[in-house]
């Protein structure tokens, strides 16, 4: 399995930016697909995923991030995150993880397969 990231930059605090991930290697049909961050200093956290489910798509959002981040799903294996109104302590290294078809919510399935990163900084 291989995850390719793009679409991290530099933007002013309040600007957008949209990151894209795409995946091979399997289908990603029925596993949750996620973006995580990694920021200096910090631990890596969760900040979105998205996961097919018999209701239709699961998303689910860090608290940090809601109201300003929306992820979708673009086919069964890609993944975007368009990011708006964003602040300086958003910037970080930006990570594209899949899981490998645990049970349960993309905030709650372990996470096995993961891109290389891409990083997002957001001047003041």
């Known amino acids: 399995v291989q995850l390719q990231a793009s679409g991290g930059g530099l933007v002013q605090s309040g600007g957008s930016l949209r990151l894209s991930c795409v995946g091979s290697g399997r289908s990603f049909d029925s596993l949750s697909m996620g973006w995580f961050r990694q920021a200096p200093g910090k631990e890596r956290e969760f900040v979105a995923g998205i996961k097919w489910t018999w209701a239709g798509y699961a998303s689910r959002y860090a608290d940090s991030v809601k109201g300003r981040f929306a992820i979708s799903r673009d086919n069964a294996n890609a993944v975007s995150l368009q990011m708006d109104k964003l602040k300086p302590e958003d910037t970080a290294i930006y990570f594209c993880?899949?899981?490998?078809?645990?049970?349960?919510?993309?905030?709650?399935?372990?996470?096995?397969?993961w891109g290389q990163g891409t990083q997002v900084t957001v001047s003041s």
């Open positions: 993880a899949v899981d490998s078809g645990g049970p349960g919510l993309p905030d709650q399935v372990k996470y096995d397969y």
